[in-house]
T-cell receptor, first 113, second 113 residues
Framework: DTGVSQDPRHKITKRGQNVTFRCDPI?????LYWYRQTLGQGPEFLTY????????KSRLLSDRFSAERPKGSFSTLEIQRTEQGDSAMYLC???????????FGPGTRLTVL | TQLLEQSPQFLSIQEGENLTVYCNSS?????LQWYRQEPGEGPVLLVT?????EVKKLKRLTFQFGDARKDSSLHITAAQPGDTGLYLC?????????????FGEGTQLTVNP
């Protein structure tokens, strides 16, 4: 299967801890997106990369959040000093430049206690 | 800020019934996508529409993009329990076509046997 993969699928952490999530996009997709989804809502955009360059960040992405895509392939999303309000599903999607369709991974469910 | 409004938010019907889900905005979209999401999983792409007035069919599902590219609908004929899920519309405008999708809040469909 060559779809978007995310790891871990579930993460439970205590408030104040740091967490890091990984996303592996569909190979050859040069655009990679991070979204956050809370219960009962649609996904909300966080940030996106074209190759290794981070081109746009949402105001939702506070200074506790950082995302990287160092080699233009996989990406990581780190949340420092987690808060209970960070509890959500974190979704990664990828897309070919010039295409319209974003394909999503299975998500990482974060629970902050 | 773009806003995509979906209606209804919840829909519970009997197997065999027909239904329509609506997605409306004041913004013009360069493309609009429909996704279906199961609990604990990422959204799965159903269809992409890009041309005003476009109609696409996927088995019992019919998708329509409004002439002005501001609205869309999803019609399901003879719904089955397997159609149960969260249906999400998502659009990209000319300004954001290179980056983020804006999602509606979703329609939670339950098809009872």
């Amino acid at each position: 299967d060559t779809g978007v993969s995310q790891d871990p699928r579930h993460k439970i952490t205590k408030r104040g801890q740091n967490v890091t999530f990984r996303c592996d996009p569909i190979s050859e997709h040069n655009r990679l997106y991070w979204y956050r989804q809370t219960l009962g809502q649609g996904p909300e955009f966080l940030t996106y990369f074209q190759n290794e360059a981070q081109l746009e960040k949402s105001r939702l992405l506070s200074d506790r959040f950082s995302a990287e895509r160092p080699k233009g392939s996989f990406s990581t999303l780190e949340i420092q000093r987690t808060e209970q309000g960070d509890s959500a599903m974190y979704l990664c999607a990828s897309r070919l430049s010039g295409g319209n369709e974003q394909f999503f991974g299975p998500g990482t469910r974060l629970t902050v206690l | 800020t773009q806003l995509l409004e979906q209606s209804p938010q919840f829909l519970s019907i009997q197997e065999g019934e027909n239904l329509t889900v609506y997605c409306n905005s004041s913004s013009v979209f360069s493309s609009l996508q429909w996704y279906r999401q199961e609990p604990g999983e990422g959204p799965v792409l159903l269809v992409t529409v890009v041309t005003g007035g476009e109609v696409k069919k996927l088995k019992r599902l019919t998708f329509q993009f409004g002439d002005a590219r501001k609205d869309s609908s999803l019609h399901i004929t003879a719904a089955q329990p397997g159609d149960t899920g969260l249906y999400l519309c998502a659009g990209a405008t000319e300004e954001t076509s290179g980056s983020r999708l804006t999602f509606g809040e979703g329609t939670q469909l339950t098809v009872n046997p």
